[in-house]
């Protein structure tokens, strides 16, 4: 039997279907994988509840791991917890920002646990420009290329760029 490890290097292989540049496995939507009999069983969590890709990724997943000789596979989701930008991995960030889209901001200190409202996030976080570095920008669209990206423009070189979106 395939262990886990190695089919999660196979998953290494599957891009995301909006951002061919990172793979599932850095985008960190993949949560686990197991074996129920000869059934492979890959959970995911969405990145964007509705999020119209998982439908792509499941196929996606299901396409590689036969390639590799799976006999059956079932992609399960997860909801809970949900997927947030932090699973996002550092060759995954970037990877993301050579794409040109600003990789998400990092939170520096999340106090909201102190006051027990949990996993709390800022509005509207400084999302820094991909091209130039400027913190100069602002918010154009809730939606960009995707549902799951926001568009921003910088105010310095002009320049419109995705942002992945903090969840
Ligand atoms: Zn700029």
Redesign the pocket.
């Known amino acids: 039997m395939v262990s886990a490890d190695e089919v999660m290097a196979w998953l290494a292989e599957v891009s995301d279907p909006e951002i061919p540049v990172i793979s599932i496995i850095d985008l960190g939507i993949v949560r686990s994988v197991g074996w129920e009999g000869e059934t492979c069983v890959v959970t995911i969590t969405p990145t964007y509840s509705g999020c119209p890709a998982m439908t792509m990724i499941a196929e996606a997943v299901r396409a590689k791991l036969e390639a590799h000789g799976v006999p059956a596979v079932r992609v399960a989701t997860q909801l809970s917890p949900a997927w947030s930008t932090d699973a996002i991995s550092q060759a995954g960030r970037a990877a993301l920002a050579a794409y040109g889209i600003a990789p998400p901001a990092e939170r520096a200190i999340d106090i909201s646990a102190l006051h027990g409202i949990g996993r709390g996030r800022a509005a509207s976080p400084a999302v820094a420009?991909p091209?130039?570095?400027?913190a100069h920008?602002r918010l154009t669209s809730q939606f960009g290329s995707t549902p799951c990206k926001a568009l921003y423009q910088?105010l310095?070189?002009?320049?419109p760029f995705d942002y992945f979106k903090c969840h």
């Open positions: 420009c091209m130039c570095g400027s920008t910088c310095d070189c002009r320049e």
